[in-house]
């Protein structure tokens, strides 16, 4: 049964200003805006409310009714921004959070509540947090998102409402608890509507017939009857874990034995599906509401816990656990298909899909750098540096074979440098050469190796390369573009080192 829970900030903007303004915290506050060449009151802190303010009160007639009123002009886009990094740090609570509008956000806590110890100590948590934080804020749960909004916004205090009791729980509340537009709102109190409870017992049709099909759906959406979609801030990954710490976590010790227990919920899951692990993210969630992730990656599926345990080990020094870690998330954010081979106990030949190759490729690239270890397969290419092709995945195969029978250099550049030359005949190798303001005497050369151009993909002059050794002992690959009797003066290019 799906469970929903509406966070509800009735004093959002004033509570935000508050935090940095000592007037603002002691004095009745509003928020206004400007429509139609009037200010109109938008929000108020509980103080002002109390006195009399209102929304859409003109601000001269709150000014007149509120004594020591503090106002200030609203910020649409800077609030919205807010609200967002609010809802993107809700996700310590679920993988699923989404933002209903300007003072609202709205949870998937399917499957949540259990870890903070049930619903009731789930939402007494988040309240307490964001109290602590300065903003007050009014929490339902619910099966239904409409259910839950209609509670946190019409409804007593921190509702949670069992699955299946949500028409019960809203029969008392006013139709604008079911997000109607207002023209609806207002045809409702015209016939006489003015608690839910009143129209629960006439016929569908004749409420659509009356009241348009938006009502029927927003009215069906909160009693159960028809799904509500849900958009959520940040994708959704279908294979997460995460732990809640009893205190904050200031040790390894804490984040090795929680690093464990998730991969203990999440890798039976995965074995299932017959899914591997490629890469997995592990976050921590701190108490002063920053996080910090640290992410691995292997280079072929796997669902090994010790090689997966080992490789997040690299990364623990540079995590930061101060001022302690509050909740830890654990996603497997790439995932393939593992496919069951049967081993032989004799046969002792290594090979790249073999897993203790894998894991030293992964151990060495999360020492070095991603790109540390490299795998190239041949491609049908004439032109050196596209006769290769990088490849991530190490069961990659390719029908071409390596050609052993051309030499080539050990390092080569992906764009060849250009140099100049001093050559005595032409179509000869030079005797010097100049790279990078250093000049090189050439004693020994060896070529030419004519390599043509693709025609059948593009035009363009042939390359002569040659080997070539300088007066200290270093070889280098050079190339000429063309012919002297073609170009003219034709261009060198540094495109590779021997040694």
Same mark, same amino acid.
């Given at each position: 049964?799906?469970?929903?829970?509406?966070?509800?900030?009735?004093?959002?903007?004033?509570?935000?200003?508050?935090?940095?303004?000592?007037?603002?915290?002691?004095?009745?506050?509003?928020?206004?805006?400007?429509?139609? =060449?009037?200010?109109?009151? !938008?929000?108020?802190?509980?103080?002002?409310?109390?006195?009399?303010?209102?929304?859409?009160?003109?601000?001269?007639?709150?000014?007149?009714?509120?004594?020591?009123?503090?106002?200030?002009?609203?910020?649409?886009?800077?609030?919205?921004?807010?609200?967002?990094?609010?809802?993107?740090?809700?996700?310590?609570?679920?993988?699923?959070?989404?933002?209903?509008?300007?003072?609202?956000?709205?949870?998937?806590?399917?499957?949540?509540?259990?870890?903070?110890?049930?619903?009731?100590?789930? +939402?007494?948590?988040?309240?307490?947090?964001?109290?602590?934080?300065?903003?007050?804020?009014?929490?339902?749960?619910?099966?239904?998102?409409?259910?839950?909004?209609?509670?946190?916004?019409?409804?007593?205090?921190?509702?949670?409402?069992?699955?299946?009791?949500?028409?019960?729980? !809203?029969?008392?509340?006013?139709?604008?608890?079911?997000?109607?537009?207002?023209?609806?709102?207002?045809?409702?109190?015209?016939?006489?509507?003015?608690?839910?409870?009143?129209?629960?017992?006439?016929?569908?049709?004749?409420?659509?017939?009356?009241?348009?099909?938006?009502?029927?759906?927003?009215?069906?959406?909160?009693?159960?009857?028809?799904?509500?979609?849900?958009?959520?801030?940040?994708?959704?990954?279908?294979?997460?874990?995460?732990?809640?710490?009893?205190?904050?976590?200031?040790?390894?010790?804490?984040?090795?034995?929680?690093?464990?227990?998730?991969?203990?919920?999440?890798?039976?899951?995965?074995?299932?599906?017959?899914? =591997?692990?490629?890469?997995?993210?592990?976050?921590?969630?701190?108490?002063?509401?920053?996080?910090?992730?640290?992410?691995?990656?292997?280079?072929?599926?796997?669902?090994?816990?010790?090689?997966?345990?080992?490789?997040?080990?690299?990364?623990?020094?540079?995590?930061?656990?101060?001022?302690?870690?509050?909740?830890?998330?654990?996603?497997?954010?790439?995932?393939?298909?593992?496919?069951?081979?049967?081993?032989?106990?004799?046969?002792?030949?290594?090979?790249?899909?073999?897993?203790?190759?894998?894991?030293?490729?992964?151990?060495?690239?999360?020492?070095? =750098?991603?790109?540390?270890?490299?795998?190239?397969?041949?491609?049908?290419?004439?032109?050196?540096?596209?006769?290769?092709?990088?490849?991530?995945?190490?069961?990659?195969?390719?029908?071409?074979?390596?050609?052993?029978?051309?030499?080539?250099?050990?390092?080569?550049?992906?764009?060849?440098?250009?140099?100049?030359?001093?050559?005595?005949?032409?179509?000869?190798?030079?005797?010097?050469?100049?790279?990078?303001?250093?000049?090189?005497?050439?004693?020994?050369?060896?070529?030419?190796?004519?390599?043509?151009?693709?025609?059948? +993909?593009?035009?363009?002059?042939?390359?002569?390369?040659?080997?070539?050794?300088?007066?200290?002992?270093?070889?280098?690959?050079?190339?000429?573009?063309?012919?002297?009797?073609?170009? =003219?003066?034709?261009?060198?290019?540094?495109?590779?080192?021997?040694?």
């Amino acid at each position: 049964m799906p469970r929903f829970l509406t966070i509800w900030f009735p004093y959002f903007k004033t509570d935000w200003i508050s935090k940095r303004d000592a007037n603002a915290k002691c004095n009745p506050t509003v928020f206004y805006t400007v429509s139609h =060449g009037k200010q109109l009151v !938008i929000a108020m802190n509980a103080h002002a409310q109390k006195l009399g303010a209102r929304k859409e009160m003109v601000l001269a007639d709150a000014r007149a009714i509120v004594p020591n009123l503090q106002a200030k002009e609203d910020q649409p886009e800077q609030f919205k921004l807010i609200l967002q990094k609010i809802a993107d740090w809700m996700i310590r609570y679920t993988p699923q959070v989404s933002v209903l509008s300007e003072d609202c956000i709205l949870l998937d806590a399917t499957g949540c509540a259990h870890l903070w110890g049930g619903e009731k100590s789930y +939402i007494t948590a988040i309240k307490e947090r964001l109290r602590s934080f300065g903003y007050t804020a009014k929490i339902s749960m619910a099966s239904t998102i409409g259910a839950a909004w209609a509670l946190t916004h019409y409804g007593e205090e921190d509702q949670i409402v069992a699955p299946g009791e949500e028409l019960q729980a !809203i029969l008392s509340l006013p139709p604008e608890a079911l997000r109607l537009e207002p023209e609806v709102i207002e045809r409702l109190y015209k016939l006489g509507f003015k608690r839910i409870n009143d129209f629960v017992k006439i016929p569908s049709a004749a409420l659509k017939r009356r009241l348009g099909e938006s009502f029927v759906k927003r009215y069906y959406q909160a009693i159960q009857k028809m799904d509500e979609p849900f958009a959520t801030i940040v994708p959704s990954v279908s294979y997460v874990e995460r732990l809640p710490a009893l205190e904050p976590i200031t040790h390894r010790n804490g984040v090795e034995k929680a690093l464990e227990g998730l991969l203990d919920q999440l890798l039976p899951k995965l074995e299932k599906e017959g899914l =591997g692990i490629r890469k997995i993210r592990l976050t921590l969630h701190r108490i002063d509401g920053t996080h910090q992730y640290s992410d691995c990656s292997s280079s072929l599926p796997t669902q090994n816990k010790t090689s997966l345990l080992k490789l997040f080990e690299l990364k623990f020094s540079d995590l930061l656990l101060e001022p302690g870690v509050e909740v830890f998330l654990l996603e497997a954010i790439h995932t393939e298909k593992m496919i069951a081979t049967q081993e032989a106990m004799w046969e002792q030949k290594k090979h790249l899909a073999d897993p203790s190759v894998a894991y030293l490729i992964d151990k060495m690239q999360h020492k070095l =750098g991603n790109n540390a270890v490299n795998r190239y397969l041949p491609y049908a290419q004439h032109f050196p540096e596209r006769s290769i092709q990088p490849q991530k995945d190490l069961g990659a195969i390719t029908d071409l074979k390596w050609e052993s029978n051309m030499i080539r250099p050990i390092m080569m550049l992906e764009d060849p440098d250009p140099i100049s030359v001093m050559a005595p005949v032409p179509d000869y190798p030079p005797i010097l050469f100049r790279h990078k303001k250093e000049v090189h005497k050439i004693i020994k050369a060896d070529g030419p190796e004519r390599i043509e151009a693709p025609w059948w +993909i593009e035009t363009g002059l042939h390359r002569d390369y040659y080997k070539v050794e300088d007066d200290k002992g270093r070889r280098y690959w050079i190339y000429r573009l063309g012919h002297y009797e073609e170009t =003219g003066n034709p261009k060198w290019f540094l495109h590779g080192y021997f040694a």
